[in-house]
């Protein structure tokens, strides 16, 4: 059973425009929910995170949304530019999670077309 | 401030011979990782430690042994390498139990 769905798997988007990148995820329990960023021939780099007591939180362009209901969280950057090309991937979890909270998504190749 | 550090950078090896791939973190973190990334599936978890002296087994544990030597410290051990363990590993650290802070630049092992 897949623990950690993430979607879209790649998506090209015009500078400017908002790519917005989705993870669903099953373990109610989770309480810690981040988005990595990466770029080719480095490790990833933690972005940006969520707590489920905030909908949504904004850091520069980056913004997550968060649906406790629906199990989702969701990506959202705002006017992007070429240099956010990268593959970006969701992990919930959080520190009583275990094996479980230390599961990434299959990743997102996102493209910003100049 | 080097963050988490990972040697070697690239390495080859032939069916059933043995490594250790080496990472060290100099963020005084807890919590340490070995991941494996394949294209198309995402990063998989091989082992972790949550405290000096402790190690757990992720999703992908076979074919590999860990050692967390200190708090510093935290090696992957192939036994007898296969060409399925041909990957991309990351090693990360954190300050608690959650999910990884940083990560290292990865060690690219080709078997052949």
Redesign the interface.
Known sequence: QQQVK?SPQSLIVQKGGIPIINCAYENTAFD?F?WYQQFP??????LIAIRPDVSEKKEGRFTISFNKSAKQFSLHIMDSQPGDSATY?C?P????G??D???????THLIIQP | NAGVTQTPKFQVLKTGQSMTLQCAQDMNHNSMYWYRQDPGMGLRLIYYSASEGTTDKGEVPNGYNVSRLNKREFSLRLESAAPSQTSVYFCASSTGKEQPQHFGDGTRLSIL
Do not use: V
């Not at chain 1, 021939?41 to 933690?46: D, N, Q, R, T, V």
């Not at chain 1, 979890?93 to 009583?96: A, E, P, R, T, V």
């Not at chain 1, 909270?101 to 990743?107: A, D, E, I, P, V």
């Open positions: 993430q810690y981040p021939g480095k490790g990833p780099a933690l991937f992990a979890g959080g520190s009583g275990g094996a909270g230390l599961t990434f998504g299959k990743g």
